[in-house]
T-cell receptor
């Protein structure tokens, strides 16, 4: 089975840095995705980690530790438009590559 | 790249009716996925196609649900004898290969009266 845990809500100030943690237990782990979802909209792809370490992409970075079943998403220089839900999604299986999504972390950026 | 397209955007129907949704994936993507999302939850996997073959279906998925991808391009998801619990956002996603990001459509919001 799959078990994904991430904080339900977080609040941060515009211009600051925020780290969203995700722990997971999954069989047949094969990489982890982070998605951003604004209210009423579809999830959009942010990052993908398959090996341990940090992946940096502009203001967003994602870290993975496979041995610990742990990942985090780091958002720098927060902007108001970053207010959204952030979904952690480990992938499993060699064939179907099924994603299992956590409930998401609702981030509120305040002035 | 026109993105993943879903139709309709909204569907309101009475309990017991059948509904069908359509998904047009990104043209070069051979993998297509259906998810369901309810308020406050992440998307829940329903089924997956590689080209026209349905390779995986969630064990949680009722027999009232069926999906097709007849020519390996667009896909349809049908729900028969709808129930109140079927009210949700139905999301379609596509990707071009294994371990590649899945790109989501805007979804079809289903409301059962």
């Amino acid at each position: 089975g799959q078990n994904i845990d991430q904080p339900t809500e977080m609040t941060a100030t515009e211009g600051a840095i925020v780290q969203i943690n995700c722990t997971y237990q999954t069989s047949g782990f094969n990489g982890l995705f982070w998605y951003q979802q604004h209210a009423g909209e579809a999830p959009t792809f942010l990052s993908y980690n398959v090996l341990d370490g940090l992946e940096e992409k502009g203001r967003f970075s994602s870290f993975l530790s496979r041995s610990k079943g742990y990942s985090y998403l780091l958002l720098k220089e927060l902007q108001m438009k970053d207010s959204a839900s952030y979904l952690c999604a480990p992938g499993s299986g060699a064939g179907s590559y099924q994603l299992t999504f956590g409930k998401g972390t609702k981030l509120s950026v305040i002035p | 790249d026109t993105g993943v397209s879903q139709d309709p955007r909204h569907k309101i129907t009475k309990r017991g009716q059948n509904v069908t949704f359509r998904c047009d994936p990104i043209s070069e993507h051979n993998r297509l996925y259906w998810y369901r999302q309810t308020l406050g939850q992440g998307p829940e996997f329903l089924t997956y196609f590689q080209n026209e073959a349905q390779l995986e279906k969630s064990r949680l998925l009722s027999d009232r649900f069926s999906a097709e991808r007849p020519k390996g391009s667009f896909s349809t998801l049908e729900i028969q004898r709808t129930e109140q619990g079927d009210s949700a956002m139905y999301l379609c996603a596509s990707s071009w290969g294994l371990n590649q990001p899945q790109h989501f459509g805007d979804g079809t919001r289903l409301s059962i009266l």
